[in-house]
């Protein structure tokens, strides 16, 4: 079932953009700091049939825009 919604989410989610590279990823993010001053942190892992991927970015938007690009970078 988990395998499924994260191919899901390349086949037609947030994270389309690792269509053909990746087989099914999910991304994350986490909001920490002072009330008013929050900042994200951005995460993405993501898998094929020959590798198993996680991207942090510690400061960033969200996985789909933030960590995805580096995957897309490292595969390509």
């Known amino acids: 079932m988990l395998q499924t919604m994260m191919k ?42 020959k590798y198993a991927v996680a991207s942090f970015v510690e400061v960033g938007d969200s996985g789909g825009s933030t960590a995805a690009p580096l995957i897309l970078q490292l595969f390509r």
């Open 8 to 49: 899901a989410t390349v086949d037609s989610g947030t994270d389309k953009s690792l269509k053909g590279v990746m087989t099914g990823a999910k991304t994350g993010t986490a909001q920490w700091g002072k009330a008013g001053a929050l900042q994200t942190h951005a995460w993405m892992i993501a898998y094929n049939d």
